[in-house]
């Protein structure tokens, strides 16, 4: 760069895209774009179809949504929850007792429209989200994604989660819930996570749960994608 010149620095994947948490005005563009979205999926299970009543709540009341834009086009969307007391909060899968489930927030779906995927729009509003949960005192993060869903599998761990429980949810829908806890990050035994499951062997997903493994990364082994879980009876010690 030329002394004396100032330049915004360049970044071509979100050249054009601006973030900006939606209000009530944005709903019918929102429902619309999460319509697309569900109508567009290789796999039902993939994503989980929300209500117009659902999106409303998560603008205002329980929880904040963030949307994509490019020029005035809603391109993408996602959604911060706080459950609460209410039954769906994910922290009983934690091992959070009643009061520290008062401090979980949900990533509570996405979706970006096809022509835009692959360009970390959702990872950066993963950043986002995460940011505003920690600045609100939500310090345990949660989510639900589908062993199926690679990319948002991929975002979620590179967002710093862990796969601690596999559960079946929204009307029969295979859910893995991730974990993160902003507070006491878990680094140890990267070393020894050295057990691959393959990410479509739901069976030996649940048995990598039932024997307290934890799934710290995305791994490759004999052509298949696999998440890579720690040793087992490490899972407790969150
Ligand atoms: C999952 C989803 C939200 C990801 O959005 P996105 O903005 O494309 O994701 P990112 O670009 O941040 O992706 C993270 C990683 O996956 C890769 N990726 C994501 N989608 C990709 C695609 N269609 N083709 C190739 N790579 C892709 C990115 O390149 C990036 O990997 P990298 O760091 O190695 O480059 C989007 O694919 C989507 O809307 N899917 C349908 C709905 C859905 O599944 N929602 C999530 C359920 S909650």
Request: net charge neutral.
């Amino acid at each position: 760069m030329e002394s004396g010149t100032h330049r915004e620095p360049e970044d071509a994947e979100h050249a054009g895209i601006t973030l900006k948490f939606l209000t009530e005005n944005d709903l019918n563009r929102l429902f619309e774009t999460h319509l697309e979205i569900v109508q567009t999926l290789p796999h039902p299970h993939l994503l989980r179809p929300d209500t117009k009543e659902f999106m409303a709540a998560h603008i205002t009341q329980r929880g904040r949504t963030l949307g994509a834009f490019a020029g005035d086009r809603l391109v993408g969307y996602t959604v911060l929850s706080f459950p609460m007391r209410d039954a769906d909060n994910l922290g009983s899968s934690a091992g959070l007792s009643t009061d520290e489930q008062l401090r979980v927030a949900h990533f509570d779906g996405s979706g970006i429209i096809k022509q835009y995927r692959g360009r970390h729009i959702h990872r950066f509003m993963n950043e986002i989200r995460t940011r505003y949960a920690a600045c609100t005192g939500y310090t345990h993060l949660m989510a639900t994604c589908s062993p199926m869903n690679f990319y948002s599998l991929k975002s979620l761990m590179a967002a710093g989660f862990q796969v601690i429980d596999f559960i079946v949810k929204y009307g029969g829908m295979d859910r893995l819930v991730v974990y993160r806890n902003l507070l006491r990050p878990f680094f140890g035994h990267e070393g020894n996570a050295t057990h691959h499951v393959g990410i479509r062997d739901c069976g030996a997903l649940k048995a990598a749960i039932d024997e307290k493994r934890l799934g710290l990364a995305l791994g490759e082994k004999h052509g298949e994608t696999t998440i890579v879980f720690t040793e087992a009876n490490t899972a407790r010690n969150l």
